[in-house]
Each structure stands twice: as structure tokens, then as C-alpha cells.
């Protein structure tokens, strides 16, 4: 029989059929026992194979064996009942490396179930039981389990740390406050605690704000981009379907000329076959008089000939071929000329336009712009090496530098011609086109516009329409010894800033944003224009009087 004090297995009195306590323990030959219910319930089931097995170790009986009762263990499971003893922990009850473990205990410990920050120890459920039941532990703050009770306790004083140090934003114990905290502010670690939970609870309720801002901003996003697939397969569609129809005019009008070319080609050869008969008939009877005269011009008989002379065929009138012109090869040769000038034409017009349709694409864009650099190392990250189109510029414009400097001349420089080039106003634009986010400097001396400007700005004497500011097509920056000035569309805006000999300029297309910065130790923002571009910009460079001279610098 168990002694008081000795755990007993509750395993070894269950039945392995129901899991439960055994009801009427019978033991089977193998010496395993069961319920006789359970095992008689098993053995039912078997009956028909005639052949009966232990549940447990699946040794066979033949016959069916009889049951009978197993008195000492029937006894053991009544005593068990009566008592109410517990059944011994399960393994998973006791402390592993990671649990932290009842400081009660002694040999193996449990799990602790519960960590009291007042008496600084961790308890297992049996030994947390006082807590519950005893007046003054009932007061005592529990916590789930930690590990880290220790580090309430002062390394210096052995005593549990009750005092927040405000100045020293730590915690201490009483002793330290009596010590190297004396006159400093302090209040109770609850009081901290209940100010510091407040602040928490802000924080919180700012985060599942934000939490509920950014979901609400992420359904968002998610029908836009359901938006965006629509749209696009939309413009998909739609784009084949006109460039369907392109395709069906262009085999259409292919298909007029061909049948047009083919009916001017049946109505001339109809016609040069109408006169090479004709010719080839008027042939035939001039081989037939000359026959006629060959052989009158034979007879020897000088009064038949002068008989017969008279009575010869007056010669029909001659054809008139004076007009015939032989061109081999070349008749429709202007068709083809036609022709190949309306592809051209189209070739241009599909050219100018597509960057505008390319642009119209590459716009779409659905977030914010990104902001705006601050520092020039920012700045710089964005940098573009750009170089001067010799094509556009004005002939007093001596390009040097790799085609980076333009420097304005007295003489006339020896440039071929060319439809890009400037031949009212002395500048020049850059060879690369700037679309996304772009910077670049310039380094200026005496007077010069700094511009932008899109390709199709005039090239010729009107200064409304070629010089740079004047117009809808450009936007510049004048820049000399005295001021700054702002120039578009012939309205200018002062600029009061400090000066400097180089200029920065930030570009972000798709935000239509255009910067001026005048460069330094610092970047002092000049002007900012905020608008739509609709083309893609070009930099442009105007020296003022001769002598002055702009450089794009090299800034990789």
C-alpha cells in the first residue's frame, strides 16, 4: 500500500482501452489488465475471426479466455479514489533549460507557475497556494514567471529597488536614495510606472492609429492597383485596335495606288499598242509600195513603165511619232518618290509624336513624389553628365571642353549648317534629353541665361519665341555680377539671395518641379517652379556679351 508522502503513477491504474481509472480490473493471461467492459467490448469485436489478442502486446488466445477479477488492483484503485492523492507530474511539468523553475522545490523542480516581485522568488502551483490563502501574501504583487527577479535587487545594497531616479532615469533602492542619489528626483517606481503606462497607452493609441491609417492606405493601393491593371489592359486594347485600324488604312491606301497604278499601267501600254499598230500598219504598206516601186523600177520597157507610173498609190500620211519618249524603267518612278515622301513625313510625325505618347506613359504614376534633396551630396546622387549639341548652337558660340563650355565670340564660328541651330539669339542646348529626377551645375562668368527648354523651342530671329524665357517653351535663370533674375514667358521675378559663380539645377519631370540653387558651402534655394511638363527638357546656355562664358561641369 503507497505510504502518505509517495506519489503514485496514475498510469498504472488506467485501463490502455478507455484512458481511464480501471472499472472492475480483470487481468488476461499476458498479465496485462483492463476493464471488463473494455476488454470484453475488444474481444466482441474480434469474435468473428475467432481469434482474440491483448490491445497492449497483441499475443493471441484460442479459445476465448475467461475473465476474472483482479482483486489487488481493484483494491488499489478504490484506495486511490478514497485517498484523492495526485498522480506524479507528468514530465512536462518540471523545469526545462528554458523554463524558469519554482525556487521551492527541492530535487527536481517544477515549472513555476507564478513570480511574486515582493518576496522575489518563483513558485510552482502547489507552493503558490499561500499566496492565496495567507492575509499578507495576498497583498503581494505576482507576475507571470521571470527570470529577471534578480535584477530588482540593488547590486550594491542587497535590497529590493522601489525608487526611480528621475535625474539618473534608473531604479534604486531606499539606501541609494539616503546615498549617491540623495537630492536627486525621485519618486516611487509605481508612481513612474503609472506616468510612464500613460505615455504608453498614447503611444499605443497613436500606433493602431497609424496602423488603422496605413491599412486603410494599403486597401487603397490595392484598388489602385486594381485601377491601374484595368486601365492599362483598357489602353492596351484600345492602342491595338487604332494601331489595327493605322495598319488596315495604310493596306488600304497600299491597295489604292497599287489598283490605280495598275489602271494607269493597262491605260498606257493600251495606248502604245494602239500607236504600234498603227506604225506597224503604215510599215506594212510602205514595204508594199517599195515592192511596187522596186519592180516597176526594173521594167525595161520604157512605155509600160510610162504607163504604169501614173497608176501607182499616192503614200498615205505619215504617223506622228516625234512625241515617243523612251524612259526604260522609269515611268512611275515619280509614284514610288510620292510615296516614299509621305513615309518619310509619317516616319517624322510618329517620331516627334511618340515621344510625347512615351512621356504620356512613363507620367503615370500613382504615389507621391519623392521629396526634394537638401544636401548637395543628396543632390548629387541624382547628377547627369551632359554635354553641348554643336548642332544647335549659335554661330558666336565657341563650344570647348569636351562641348561642355560655351563661350560667347565677336567672329563667327565655321558650323555647317543646320535646321537645330540658333540664328537669332546666341545660345545652345545640351545633346541629351532630361526626363525623371536630374541635376547639374554650371559654372558661369560675367552674364549668362541657365534655361531649360523643350527641343521644339524656335530656332529663328523672333526673340518671343527663340530667346530663352521669353516663351511658353523655356524657363531661365539670369545670372551676372549685380542679380538673379527669373525669366518665363517674359515675366520676371527678382531674386535677392547671395550670388555665386556656380549654379545648381534640379529637375524632377514627373513632379514638375525645376529648381535653381545657388552652389556653395551650402545649397541657398534660388527659385523653384512648379508645374507639367509635357515634353521632354533640354538645358540650355546664353552668355550676355562677348567674353562671357558658361560651362555644364563635370560632377562624377
Not at 499475443?59 to 483482479?70: A, C, H, S
Not at 479514489?81 to 522545490?105: I, M, N, S, W
Not at 497613436?206 to 489602385?224: T, Y
Not at 527659385?527 to 552668355?543: D, E, I, K
Amino acid at each position: 500500500m503507497a505510504q502518505k508522502g509517495v506519489h503514485l503513477d496514475r498510469e498504472t491504474f488506467s485501463c490502455s482501452i478507455c484512458l481511464d481509472l480501471l472499472k472492475d480490473p480483470v487481468t488476461i493471461p499476458c498479465g496485462h489488465s483492463y476493464c471488463r467492459n473494455c476488454i470484453k467490448t475488444h474481444w466482441d469485436e474480434e469474435e468473428k475471426k475467432k481469434l482474440h489478442s491483448c490491445p497492449q502486446c497483441r499475443q493471441t488466445f484460442r479459445p476465448r479466455p475467461d475473465l476474472v477479477k483482479n482483486t489487488m488492483l481493484a483494491d488499489l484503485v478504490e484506495q486511490l479514489k478514497k485517498t484523492g492523492l495526485q498522480a506524479a507530474p507528468a514530465d512536462h511539468c518540471y523545469a526545462g533549460p528554458e523554463d524558469v523553475a519554482c525556487d521551492v522545490c527541492t530535487g527536481r523542480k517544477l515549472k513555476a507557475f507564478k513570480s511574486c516581485l515582493m518576496c522575489l522568488v518563483s513558485y510552482c502551483e502547489n507552493h503558490l497556494q499561500p499566496h492565496y490563502d495567507v492575509a499578507q501574501l495576498k497583498k503581494h504583487k505576482l507576475v507571470d514567471p521571470s527570470k529577471k527577479l534578480q535584477e530588482n535587487i540593488c547590486s550594491r545594497h542587497d535590497d529590493v529597488m522601489k525608487i526611480f531616479c528621475r535625474t539618473d532615469q534608473q531604479c534604486i533602492c531606499y539606501l541609494c536614495l539616503m546615498d549617491e542619489h540623495k537630492g536627486h528626483d525621485t519618486v516611487s517606481a509605481a508612481a513612474e510606472r503609472t506616468e510612464r503606462q500613460r505615455e504608453l497607452e498614447v503611444s499605443r493609441l497613436n500606433i493602431q492609429q497609424r496602423i488603422q491609417d496605413r491599412e486603410k492606405d494599403v486597401k487603397l493601393l490595392q484598388q489602385e492597383v486594381e485601377n491601374i491593371n484595368v486601365s492599362a489592359d483598357k489602353a492596351v486594347e484600345d492602342n491595338e485596335k487604332i494601331f489595327t485600324e493605322l495598319i488596315r488604312l495604310m493596306e488600304k491606301r497600299s491597295s489604292d495606288v497599287k489598283q490605280q497604278v495598275r489602271s494607269q499601267q493597262r491605260t498606257e501600254v493600251s495606248r502604245v499598242k494602239e500607236l504600234q499598230e498603227k506604225l506597224e500598219q503604215e510599215i506594212s504598206e510602205l514595204k508594199r509600195n517599195d515592192t511596187e516601186l522596186k519592180k516597176l523600177s526594173h521594167t525595161e520597157d520604157h512605155n509600160q513603165f510610162l504607163h504604169n507610173y501614173p497608176s501607182l498609190s499616192p503614200l498615205s500620211e505619215s504617223t506622228d511619232s516625234s512625241s515617243i519618249r523612251i524612259r526604260p524603267l522609269s515611268y512611275f518612278e515619280d509614284v514610288t518618290e510620292a510615296v516614299s515622301e509621305v513615309r518619310d513625313e509619317l516616319q517624322d510625325v510618329l517620331r516627334d509624336k511618340w515621344t510625347n505618347i512615351s512621356l504620356t506613359v512613363t507620367e503615370v504614376n500613382v504615389l507621391l513624389s519623392q521629396s526634394e534633396p537638401k544636401t548637395r551630396a543628396e543632390f548629387l546622387k541624382y547628377s547627369r553628365e551632359i554635354t553641348l549639341d554643336p548642332n544647335t548652337a549659335h554661330t558666336r558660340l565657341l563650344l570647348s571642353d569636351g562641348n561642355r563650355k560655351a563661350t560667347l565670340m565677336s567672329q563667327h564660328q565655321s558650323y555647317s549648317s543646320h535646321p537645330d541651330r540658333f540664328t537669332g539669339c546666341e545660345q545652345v542646348l545640351s545633346r541629351e534629353s532630361l526626363t525623371g529626377r536630374c541635376y547639374w551645375e554650371v559654372e558661369w562668368r560675367g552674364g549668362v541665361f541657365v534655361a531649360v527648354a523643350y527641343k521644339n523651342i524656335s530656332r529663328k530671329c523672333d526673340f518671343s519665341r527663340c530667346e530663352f524665357g521669353w516663351n511658353d517653351k523655356s524657363w531661365a535663370l539670369t545670372c551676372d555680377e549685380n542679380s538673379y533674375n527669373f525669366r518665363y514667358k517674359s515675366t520676371d521675378t527678382p531674386i535677392s539671395d547671395p550670388r555665386s559663380s556656380r549654379v545648381g539645377v534640379y529637375l524632377d519631370h514627373r513632379a514638375g518641379i525645376l529648381s535653381f540653387y545657388s552652389v556653395s558651402e551650402t545649397m541657398t534655394l534660388l527659385h523653384r517652379v512648379q508645374t507639367a511638363f509635357t515634353q521632354p527638357l533640354y538645358a540650355g546656355l546664353c552668355p550676355f556679351n562677348f567674353g562671357d562664358s558658361a560651362e555644364l561641369c563635370k560632377l562624377k
